[in-house]
């Protein structure tokens, strides 16, 4: 039985998409609050694992609890993509609008203006989404994951096509929309998984399988972005994640 603040529960979880096995066997328990991001060769299953949290996936064995239920899709969890994948003919605040309104809840402009607000995003409601950058779409996107207040937020890479400095601005600043939420975040990237997360957990290639599963034990507020990445322990965790990802992806992939 999973205890009253387990978020997420993947107990023995296999995926296989026809005779290739995606992932696992995986078992991983989530607390609430927790950020937990997952890393891994393009391919181990990452993607996968997101998807059989949020329900649109079901496990080949094994079982999956979202707040010790089966997860249901579109339902329960926040989700943000690599592509913000917006509606073009919808202005910004109309894509935020029509999350509120999927979920049941009253889509009006103030409600919407506090969102893009809580995102940075103060003066765009009524722009389309074309006249607005590649940054701001994806904020767009977080704002209507954030629309909800779902317990869970998914996030598969969701900063993967940005330039570094949007980046990192968005990296600090989900760590504040974050707070009190859990998260799996997906990335390529070592130094997001440590500076984003307060627990890692490395995949090993297709079949992904728990390579290292480490907590983060760094500051996360009354800190900027640059003390905490000056520091140590941040960087000796930035080693530990980096090696194990090396030494995983070189590793023969299973047939
Ligand atoms: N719908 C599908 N049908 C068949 N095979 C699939 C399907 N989706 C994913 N796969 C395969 O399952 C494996 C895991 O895919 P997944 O997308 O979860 O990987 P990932 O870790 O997210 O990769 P990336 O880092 O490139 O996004 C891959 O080998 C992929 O080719
Ligand atoms: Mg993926």
Redesign the pocket.
Known sequence: MSSADTAIELSEVVHR??D?T?VGPISLTVPEGEFLVLV?A????????LRLIAGFEEPTFGTVRAAGEPPVPGRGAGLVFQQPRLFPWRSVGGNVALALKYAGLPATPAHVDALLARVGLHDVARRRTWQISGGQQQRVAIARALAVENPLLLLD?PFAALDALTRERLQEDLRGFSQGRTSVF?T?SVDEAVFLGTRVVVLTP?P?RIALDLPIPLPRTGITPDELRRRPDFAALRAEVGAAVRTRSTEEVPA
């Open positions: 998409y026809g290739v995606a891994g393009s391919g181990c299953g990452k993607s996968t694992l890479e997906v390529h297709r992904g």
